[in-house]
């Protein structure tokens, strides 16, 4: 039997993602037209005999628990569970907590998943490589190009054995291309290492508090906090490249980070790019009495679209939108219940919940280049923000154009904007 955690995080994380982390957590924002660990999620339940998946963090149990009651009727065959960190443990420090939860019923293999990346997942390969080297834990990784090497956690491989000999975190020099993914899959004996690493942490915490004491510098302060505090990759992984107990597995399908809002738009593509290849029933389909639709484009059962619109690529329009007469929309995330009037485009831009986009409206930000989460591009030497991004419940007067902008929530915008944030 398999099991596997997510890393779900906290509310004081996600940071990067507000304005949209303000309205909900970031795990489940929608991108190709279902939450971001949903993706994840219906990866996992593609493994063989994967039968628990266990959600932790540090948001409060209610959050999960609407959105786990729906993966338990769509994945009847996995238990779901959400555990909850006392406080911020770090990537390792609620695995190694809840160790006797995830151990209860003996799984041979334990996947560990972060939230914060789309990606193909490949996790049947995984699994398989996995397996056959018998190393205590397999690391998958990406390549990424060497300019951006430094921005990442990064594996130096032995590509015949697949034995992963070093892991350094954002090394400040040149080290390996092939980058940390967020995805890694673990032999039950995982515990016994970790435990070991603590003790060893614990013993050396022990002896500065030795050293501060005779030297007078001492404080009182509870720093069992810290103790507990267990970075997965700094901490575990390193030491197991050290000891030879990682491998590590090549993706060769789509990854990238959504650390950033503007990074949901790409995400966005990529999963709907894949719908598109699979030929998904979610995505719409043009037809002579519907709208125009061009290439990967998602529209919720409830939305309504006028026939002369202009949808695609790369569209997710969700729950009750209204997009009226002669609109034209790529590249973007239209959230809940926005209405967008007639002839306005949305380009390259995420719409909060809520919004209203005049007639002749424009919101317009510029594509995301590069594989990596670049947030701003620059054009004739000036730094623009790349994504356009409207908070919840914004309204874009008519003939209004915001480009390249942020406007954070409850805002309502009756002049051009360009370049700007707007709070
Ligand atoms: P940065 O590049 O500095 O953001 O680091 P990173 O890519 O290693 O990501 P980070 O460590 O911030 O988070 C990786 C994943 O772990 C994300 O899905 C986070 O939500 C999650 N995460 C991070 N810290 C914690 C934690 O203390 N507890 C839990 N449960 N999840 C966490």
Not at 47 to 67: M, R, S, Y
Not at 86 to 111: C, E, V
Not at 194 to 204: D, G, I, L
Not at 382 to 401: A, R
Request: one cysteine or more; hydrophobic letters at 40%.
């Amino acid at each position: 039997m398999n099991k596997a955690v997510i890393l779900v995080g906290g509310p004081s994380r996600a940071t990067r993602f507000r304005p949209l982390s303000m309205h909900l957590p970031q795990p489940l924002f929608p991108v190709g037209g279902q939450p971001i660990i949903w993706h994840q999620i219906k990866a996992l339940s593609a493994v063989k005999d994967l039968k628990e998946i266990i959600l932790i963090g540090f948001f409060e149990d209610f959050i999960f628990q609407p959105f786990l009651s729906k993966c338990q009727d769509e994945f009847p065959s996995i238990t779901f569970k959400y555990l909850r960190e006392y406080s911020q443990l770090g990537t390792a420090g609620g695995f190694f907590h809840f160790r006797d939860q995830i151990l209860r019923g003996s799984p041979k293999n334990i996947f560990m998943l972060y939230t914060d990346i789309c990606c193909s997942f490949p996790l049947d390969e995984l699994l398989a490589q996995h397996e056959r080297h018998g190393r205590l834990g397999t690391i998958m990784v990406t390549k990424v190009d060497r300019a951006s090497a430094h921005l990442y956690g990064c594996v130096v491989v032995d590509h015949e054995t697949k034995l992963a000999e070093h892991y350094v975190e954002k090394p400040e020099t040149y080290v390996s291309d092939m980058a940390s993914t967020g995805v890694f899959v673990f032999d039950q004996e995982i515990f016994h290492f970790m435990a070991r690493v603590m003790e060893k942490r614990a013993s050396e915490f022990e002896h500065e508090r030795v050293q501060e004491n005779a030297y007078g510098r001492y404080d009182d302060g509870d720093d069992s906090q810290d103790i507990n505090r267990l970075r997965l990759e700094q901490d575990i992984l390193r030491a197991m490249a050290g000891d030879k107990k990682l491998s590590a597995f090549l993706c060769t399908g789509f990854w990238r980070q959504i650390k950033s809002a503007a990074s949901a738009v790409p995400a966005n593509a990529l999963y709907l790019q894949q719908a598109h290849e699979n030929s998904d029933s979610i995505l719409a389909k043009s037809s002579s009495e519907g709208a125009e639709i061009k290439g990967a484009v998602y529209i919720h059962p409830s939305a309504q679209v006028h026939p002369t619109a202009h949808i695609g690529p790369n569209v997710s329009i969700h729950a009750r939108v209204v997009i009226g007469p002669g609109v034209r929309i790529n590249d973007s995330i239209i959230l809940d219940n926005v209405h967008i009037k007639d002839n306005a485009a949305v380009l390259h831009a995420i719409v909060g919940w809520d919004c209203r986009i005049g007639k002749w409206g424009r919101v317009e930000g510029s594509k995301v280049i590069g594989p990596n989460d670049i947030d701003e591009v620059t054009q004739a030497g000036v730094k623009l923000n790349s994504i356009c991004i409207l908070g919840e419940d914004v309204h874009v007067k008519d003939e209004v154009f915001i480009r390249n902008s942020i406007v954070l929530p409850h805002k309502e915008l009756a002049g051009n904007k360009h370049n700007e944030v707007i709070m």
